[in-house]
């Protein structure tokens, strides 16, 4: 099998690569026929035909477009068909690069548009149609925009900012390997992403820039799965990179498969954004493929409620249904998703479409990124509104992941408070304190660190 995998220029997603067409090069609406008709009973005595229903496996088969996409691909791809919007490919080929692009969607800031026409962009950008039809063409503040569309705040670099802030390079045994953990490790596997997002912790990694330090290929993985058989105490692998699921079904099972292979490795974890920005990549073939593999676990990356769309709601039950449980993974980013009630509404949402939230990450120290951290105070102010304020399966683990490369820490509001003699004293989520007999317990006796009479005199 390994002779028939080949990559593409450029590391693309393994299809023809084509000369990308101008998409913008006319505008206008384009009317389509519709299937739904209007009914009435204007004469009850003559029954009304009875509609044809779509089987179960038919509607699993059909790719929902919301009306907002509608309406952006009549206006922007009038000459895209409704088979090739929902294609991945198509999305993919489409995908806004570069200032011509831009302009044709979005009116841009001022500094929007020095940093585009600025040289040397660090990471390179790439918006899916699909993604750019959620995006405010005037506003420049709007969250999702400002997460997918560079500013001159990318040139600020910081004196505690690095290309690599986790450390991963020091990590890694051999090429596409990042092994921090004992039993874990992290597989990339490319170094594509179908939406290049400003704040990517692995921004020297990927988009195929000239600054880029990993290219990928069949003899890297090679390697790398190489070295995973001969660990033994290696039981979980992240396949992530890039973002694995812009890999060719042929392609993304022939890692499974491998990885299948070795006796000790006892799950899969698959790290990516698609479902969120190229819905159209969850095709029933794919989930098809990928339950062949269990026990397989995708976490995906959500960044704010407006990602929840009928698409990314089909594409994310498409793979529950196929028996993968979803995880989410959230960037606490400043201007985006700082807010109780904007983090509540988004992991609501995902509760709703079937993903379990699982981390909320403090922004990673990596270059040119200052303006999207916030302090380490709101991310425990945010847990704090959400601990007892709602369901606990929607509450996520605030954590900050080491800068060098010392792991994800975890980051909890003060609930322990100290102790009195036998007691713990814990506070709650009204801020109200009550006692728990720990008189076995060592916590808060070393040292006297929680003598609650002592902090409270």
């Known amino acids: ?157 910081t004196p505690d900012e690095a290309d690599d802030p986790l ?11 990042v092994h921090r953990y004992p039993d874990r490790v992290l597989f990339l596997t490319t170094g594509f992403c179908a939406v290049y997002c400003r704040y990517c912790t692995r921004s020297r990694a990927v988009g195929n820039n000239k600054g880029a330090e990993y290219t990928f290929d069949i003899n890297q993985w090679n390697n790398a799965i190489a070295y995973i058989k001969n660990n033994s105490a290696i039981r979980d692998v992240v396949i992530s990179g890039g973002d694995p699921l812009t890999l060719s079904d042929d392609k993304l099972e022939y890692l499974l498969s491998r990885l299948r292979d070795i006796p000790h490795l006892e799950m899969l974890r698959i790290g990516t954004k698609v479902p969120v920005v190229l819905p159209q990549r969850i095709t029933p073939e794919l989930t098809k493929m990928l339950q ?12 704010h409620p407006d990602e929840l769309t009928p698409e990314v709601k089909q594409s994310c039950e498409r793979l529950a249904n196929a028996g993968m449980p979803l995880g989410s993974q959230t960037v606490l980013l400043k201007g985006v998703n700082d807010d109780v009630e904007t983090m509540k509404d988004l992991m609501h949402g995902l509760l709703k479409i079937r993903v379990r939230p699982y981390y909320l990450y403090q922004c990673d120290p990596v270059r040119g990124s200052a303006h999207f951290r916030t302090t380490i105070d709101k991310g425990i102010e945010i847990i704090r509104g959400l601990r007892g304020h709602t369901s606990g399966y929607a509450v996520p683990h605030y954590v900050i992941d080491a800068p ?53 005199s």
């Open 1 to 157: 099998m390994e002779d028939t995998i080949s990559f593409g220029a450029n590391d693309e997603p393994p299809s023809p690569i084509l000369t990308e067409p101008d998409p913008h090069s006319e505008a206008g609406l384009v009317v389509t026929s519709s299937a739904f008709r209007l009914h009435t009973r204007r004469n009850i005595a003559t029954p009304p035909k009875r509609e044809r229903t779509l089987s179960p496996q038919k509607l699993e088969s059909t790719q929902v477009i919301s009306p907002r996409s509608q309406s952006f691909r009549s206006l922007f791809y009038p000459n895209a068909t409704e088979e090739q919007w929902n294609d991945w490919r198509w999305q993919v080929r489409n995908r806004i690069r570069d200032l011509k692009g831009i302009v044709q969607i979005l009116k841009l800031s001022e500094s929007e548009l020095s940093a585009l026409t600025r040289q040397g962009i660090y990471l390179p950008v790439g918006i899916t149609p699909y993604y750019a039809s959620l995006l405010e063409p005037a506003n420049p503040d709007q969250p999702l925009r400002r997460t997918v569309l560079t500013t001159e705040n990318e040139y600020l670099v």
């Open 404 to 456: 060098g490369g010392g792991g994800k820490i975890p980051l909890l509001p003060d609930y322990l408070v100290g102790r009195d003699g036998n007691d713990v004293i814990l506070r709650n989520y009204e801020n109200k304190l009550f006692r728990y007999c720990d008189s076995e317990g060592k916590t808060g006796r070393e040292n006297n660190q929680f003598d609650i009479r002592k902090m409270l």
């Open 292 to 303: 062949k593999y269990h026990p397989l676990w995708m976490s995906i990356h959500f960044t």
């Open 167 to 177: 450390g991963e390079n020091g990590h890694s045994p051999v090429p596409g390997i």
